[in-house]
């Protein structure tokens, strides 16, 4: 027994079970190798090329564009009631009743059952069903939001969204155009509305959803002739006085989606049920080979319903049976609602995205082992990436990434972005740590057409797609700037069944948006690779020309800026007079904050150090590095920088709702700054 014992105790039991282990990784890896996923697009020649320059998705049928996918859901009430089938009436929409409680769940029939009494309600309170009935929503994502929505679908009345950062006037102004007699608001709204009702003859009605409205609003209410109703009332009269339902067919409207733009009041884009069935037909048949969605599938609704991004998502929800649930109150609170829910797509905007990844960042960063642990794996995982493979089993999944994972639930396999720029290191990331699929769509929020996406097969980024299966897309000469459709550039123009015939009572604008043949065109700037897919360049409207008679395409000189690690937002200016460009720079906090540690300036705020000239010498000598890596001319970096502490948002005014610079505002605030700055180069 001694004998034996000694005999094999040469070998070191500990070296055995690390041999072990090695084997075992060996056989794991070779099991587990991948290739790239096979899709019929050559990743070489995304899209088809017709006559003209025009070019289509390589999944169009006879090179025909498609108007919906299914047969039997051609308006948007259609594609719910196939939802109900498809799903077996499973489960439909959740929500928590407080951020710690679970989610809640309402079947496809019973959110039918109350949509029916919601619609049924409303012709009872005398808001007659019909084309002829533009319906108010003011209110953010909750269930009822969708219940109306239904309700409109299932009764043929036209939404109309309010949304608070389009202003009081804006909302005025769309109230009177559409002449809405009713509004569905949250109890919040109501004493605003109150106020505008004698510059708005046409309302009579609200509706609240949420708290109990106080007397005294009731009174004031009264006072000026509307009539108020709860929601529940609304529902409880149509379940007495059910109504029949007043069917769409696919060319009535479904909303009129309200857009603020960067100047000037709003236009409200005409869009039927064919529009938006085409829109989401197309983006589901884009996806398709890589991603059949089903009803185990979930969504987390929490951008604004008011634009026509979410409400699009929430039609491929509704037509494919999937699972819907909302944000518990605000954003603070989202990545929580996230790990309860435990969704499978995620929609997002890349403000978001890099909100998630400049976070986790940070913590990995904090602490050498785990950085040396995350790179390792990072780079592993990311060759793998670049090669098109994509998954979450490798033993780097185990040993680093599934805790990244669990932030957003574990379960996501889709992430869609669009309607700004994202970066590449922020893509790559998530294809990395989460390995799951991110496409990125262009779209017009503007005119809820389009568009091109990215397939999910290609991991590469720097473009956004090619067209999606519903969707025309050319580029036409702009000459003025040098752009031209012979050399596969210029603005890019769309055609197709999900674009909209224009916009609600504005013939002229309507005019300058579609031309003779029906082409929207888009006012931004793209260029064809030359694997077919799209890259967009910049807005028309924003390019200026410097007095050397250069023209400089703002968006995408602070699209490259915006790769160096310190900049989190930027605002470059040129003035026509002068032959050089000046910029605003909102610094990246946290790698400032950082930065300043290492260089002896750890006591001052992120506040102190935006006003410290050291700082800004560095910062603007590293633009200029990564400016001059990444191509830019000497004429496109911008001379001088101001920096502030203040980041561009929606609530300062400087962001439209969809997070889009807007110019003419940034530039009447930083003036001053702009002509200190100009004051100190050269003519
Ligand atoms: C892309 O495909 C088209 C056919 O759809 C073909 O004519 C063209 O030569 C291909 N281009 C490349 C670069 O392979
Ligand atoms: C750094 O992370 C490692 C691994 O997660 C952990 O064991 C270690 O305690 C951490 N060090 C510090 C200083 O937090
Ligand atoms: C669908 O509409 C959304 C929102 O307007 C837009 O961003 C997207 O580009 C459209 N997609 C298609 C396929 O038309
Ligand atoms: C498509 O072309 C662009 C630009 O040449 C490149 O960055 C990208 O990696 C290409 N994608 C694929 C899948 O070939």
Known sequence: MAEKEEGSSWIDPSLLVGLGLVAAGAIYYLASRRERERISVPIDNQSIELPGGVRISRYCVNEELLAYKYEDSRTLYEAFMRGKRVSNDGHCLGWRETKTSPYQWLTYSEVEERFMNFGSGLSKIGVAAGQETFLGVYSSNCIEWTIIEQSCHAYSRIVVALYDTLGPEAVAHIINQAAIECIVCHSSKVSGLISQVSNCPSLKKLITIGSEVSEDEKKAAADVGLELFTFQEVEEQGKEHRAEPVLPTPNDITTICYTSGTTGLPKGVILTHGNVIANVSGMCKHIEESIVLSPSDCHISFLPLAHMMERCVQAIVFMNGLKLGYMFGDIKNLVNDIQVLKPTIFISVPRLLNRIYDKVLSGVNSNKTKKWLFDTAFKSKLSEVKRGILRRDSIWDYIVFGNIQKLLGGNVRLIITGSAPISERVVYFYQVAFGCYIVEGYGQTETSSGCTMSLPADTTCGHVGPPVPSAKVKVVDVPDLNYFASNGEGEICFKGPSCTSGYFKEEEKTKALIDEDGWVHSGDIGKWLPNGTLKITDRVKHIFKLSQGLYIAPEKVENVCSRSPFIAQMFLYGD?????????????????????????????????????????????????????????????????????????????????????????AARTKYMPDIVEMYSQLPA
């Open 576 to 664: 026509s007079l002068r032959s050089s460009c000046v910029a605003i720079v909102v610094p990246d906090e946290e790698v400032l904050m950082q930065w300043a540690g290492e260089h002896d300036k750890g006591g001052k705020s992120f506040e102190e150090l935006c006003t410290d000239e050291e700082v800004k010498k560095a910062i603007f000598e590293d633009l200029y590095n990564v400016g001059k890596r990444d191509g830019l001319s000497s004429l496109e970096i911008p001379k001088a920088i101001e920096l502030t502490s203040t980041a561009f948002s929606v609530e300062n005014d400087l962001l439209t709702p969809t997070f889009k610079l807007k110019r003419p």
